[in-house]
């Protein structure tokens, strides 16, 4: 079984060398080939490269809208 692991590993290594914004993602610790393939293959391709609103696209920064004395997050 680890040697499946290690040979799929390898074979999205193999892809993913193809994609300059995968190295961006690679770089985060802890984050393999699988993580990076799962991320990039769930962000529409338009946001690659732009960060916030990658995160915002994925839910992780909240917006905050204030309007007099009313605040909604």
Do not use: C, N
Request: overall charge positive; hydrophobic content about 50%.
């Amino acid at each position: 079984m680890d040697a499946k692991v290690a040979e799929v590993d390898a074979a999205l290594d193999e892809l993913l060398a193809q994609v300059p914004e995968a190295a961006v993602v690679r770089a985060i610790k802890g984050v393999g080939p699988v993580v990076t393939a799962a991320v990039l293959g769930s962000l529409p391709i338009a946001l690659w490269g732009d960060a916030k609103k990658a995160a915002a696209y994925f839910g992780l920064v909240p917006k905050l809208t204030e309007s007099g004395k009313r605040s909604r997050s």
